[in-house]
């Protein structure tokens, strides 16, 4: 594992939203799910994509708040084109399970 300075973890810029709408992305090439989340005033709404299929369905993912990273450049996956990162962590069979804060809290946080 390599080491960075404090100020390298300052440029990922992590932040907390609402999933507001979510929805089947069949064309993945693995099982995905499309979000579109809120992240409060500042940032607005963005989407991702997330193989999370193994533990969420889009019904159990609107409402719930997840952890991104909004400073990624918008990446293009399959057809649809993802602006955030959602973060998560594998399960014991290597399935996503998301981060998310364990109360609510205001969309847009930045995690520090």
Do not use: C
Request: charged share 25%; net charge negative.
């Amino acid at each position: 594992m390599s080491e960075i300075d404090f100020d390298d973890f300052l440029k990922v810029d992590i932040r907390v939203g609402r999933v507001i709408r979510a929805e089947p992305y069949p064309e993945a090439r693995k099982p995905a799910i499309k979000m579109w989340i809120d992240f409060g005033a500042e940032i607005g709404e963005r989407k991702t994509s997330a193989q999370v299929t193994a533990h969420y369905t889009p019904e159990t993912l609107v409402g719930r708040q997840v952890v991104a990273v909004v400073n990624f450049p918008p990446r293009q996956i399959g057809t649809f084109m993802s602006e955030v990162l959602v973060l998560g962590l594998p399960d014991a069979t290597g399935e996503v399970v998301l981060l998310s804060p364990d109360q609510t809290v205001s969309e847009g946080g930045r995690m520090h």
